[in-house]
T-cell receptor, first 113, second 115 residues
Framework: AQSVTQLDSQVPVFEEAPVELRCNYS??????LFWYVQYPNQGLQLLLK??????LVKGINGFEAEFNKSQTSFHLRKPSVHISDTAEYFC???????????FGQGTRLTINP | ETGVTQSPTHLIKTRGQQVTLRCSSQ?????VSWYQQALGQGPQFIFQ???????GRGNFPPRFSGLQFPNYSSELNVNALELDDSALYLC??????????????FGQGTRLTVV
């Protein structure tokens, strides 16, 4: 079965500190990986995606993520967070065999001044 | 501004009633997907439409149904509403291709409350 696990439901950090949001997924031959951000009362906005090629992908707002096939992980990182990064972050995996986009349960990132 | 618009933004219905949610996809996008996001959860895939036909479905009962129109706009219909149907319903549009949903653009959602 396809599943995506975000290991932390909430992550509090201080402004300008680094952050890592963790994501693991159930293994499959062919997957494509995404991180989305959701601000309050909004839809989802794509932060970055991994389809193929370099395992380190850079996205908007200074975020980056690294695809690790052996660990079946796709952790999201930012070296220095800003108050405006406060939001809910969702990892999503597209399982090509099932033609299905599966989301994790989300991580709430809270930035403290 | 993604260009995907959903209506209405909020809706309150009584258990047992039926509801129709609407989505206008981004220009040029002929694939539409619907997701249910319960409070504190990630979005769950309901189904997907491509060229007016359903071509993928998640683990939702038949009382969840949909339509896609020639202009690629879409509707989600839910019959016999239950309290657990209360959620944010998200619509996403994308171009089809070998890798579906690689550029899925989401609307702001419709928040449905069933009382």
């Amino acid at each position: 079965a396809q599943s995506v696990t975000q290991l932390d439901s909430q992550v509090p950090v201080f402004e300008e500190a680094p952050v890592e949001l963790r994501c693991n997924y159930s293994s499959s031959v062919s997957v494509y990986l995404f991180w989305y951000v959701q601000y309050p009362n909004q839809g989802l906005q794509l932060l970055l995606k991994y389809l193929s090629g370099s395992t380190l992908v850079k996205g908007i707002n200074g975020f980056e993520a690294e695809f690790n096939k052996s660990q079946t992980s796709f952790h999201l990182r930012k070296p220095s967070v800003h108050i405006s990064d406060t939001a809910e972050y969702f990892c999503a995996v597209f399982y090509e065999g099932a033609q299905k986009l599966v989301f994790g349960q989300g991580t709430r990132l809270t930035i403290n001044p | 501004e993604t260009g995907v618009t959903q209506s209405p933004t909020h809706l309150i219905k009584t258990r047992g009633q039926q509801v129709t949610l609407r989505c206008s996809s981004q220009s040029g996008h002929n694939t539409v997907s619907w997701y249910q996001q319960a409070l504190g959860q990630g979005p769950q895939f309901i189904f997907q439409y491509y060229r007016e036909e359903e071509n993928g479905r998640g683990n939702f009962p038949p009382r969840f149904s949909g339509l896609q129109f020639p202009n690629y706009s879409s509707e989600l219909n839910v019959n016999a509403l239950e309290l657990d149907d209360s959620a944010l319903y998200l619509c996403a549009s994308s171009l089809p291709g070998m890798i579906m949903n690689t550029e899925a653009f989401f609307g702001q959602g419709t928040r449905l409350t069933v009382v």
